[in-house]
């Protein structure tokens, strides 16, 4: 059973249109991390999450962390074609020193 | 950030033959790891690299077959030994420099024939 949960799994839409990212899971992380990947390359961080409802932006994306600490969301808006990519949320919980990741959202922006 | 250098960034094998795959940091880091992905799927956990000391190894991983060295807190290898077709995937290194911060390198693109 995957611990953190993503959906959708893939997503396809026109350049200009907003699109939600979710990652769920029925544990307690202390922190969590998105990554986007591209062909090729290995994940980049976007962004870490570690208290309780906290929201974060960059640039056109925005992060939320779950007050319960057990989910968080990406949201972009007015998507690119420069958004193409795997996103992946990963997160450490209870006594873990290493990332657990979710099953991985493959996004396509068509222009 | 640290930056993370991989080698080879890709091979194409025979079955039955090993491969090591090299991790270099720049920077001195206390936790490193390797992970395998199948293309297009998210990251699953092979081994922690722990300097001076054997790795730890997630289930289903062994170190029969992914040996793992760590000299010092700059570089690590990985080993895929034995390879068969299944063990065709993407390999990468990571490493955790500050507590709620992981990065990962580029990857190593393996296919066994």
């Known amino acids: 059973t995957q611990l953190l949960e993503q959906s959708p799994q893939f997503l396809s839409i026109q350049e200009g249109e907003n699109l939600t990212v979710y990652c769920n899971s029925s544990?307690?992380?202390?922190?969590l991390q998105w990554y986007r990947q591209e062909p090729g390359e290995g994940p980049v961080l976007l962004v870490t999450?570690?208290?309780?409802?906290e929201v974060k932006k960059l640039k056109r994306l925005t992060f939320q962390f779950g007050d319960a600490r057990k989910d968080s969301s990406l949201h972009i808006t007015a998507a690119q074609p420069g958004d193409t990519g795997l996103y992946l949320c990963a997160g450490v919980s209870g006594s873990a020193r290493q990332l657990t990741f979710g099953s991985g959202t493959q996004l396509t922006v068509l222009p | 950030s640290a930056v993370i250098s991989q080698k080879p960034s890709r091979d194409i094998c025979q079955r039955g033959t090993s491969l090591t795959i090299q991790c270099q940091v720049d920077s001195q880091v206390t936790m490193m790891f390797w992970y395998r992905q199948q293309p297009g799927q998210s990251l699953t956990l092979i081994a922690t690299a722990n300097q001076g000391s054997e790795a730890t190894y997630e289930s289903g991983f062994v170190i029969d077959k992914f040996p793992i060295s760590r000299p010092n807190l700059t570089f690590s290898t990985l080993t895929v030994s034995n390879m068969s077709p299944e063990d065709s995937s993407i390999y990468l290194c990571s490493v955790k420099d500050r507590p709620n911060e992981q990065f990962f390198g580029p990857g190593t693109r393996l296919t066994v024939l």
């Open positions: 999450v570690v208290t309780g409802g």
């Open positions: 544990s307690v992380f202390s922190s």
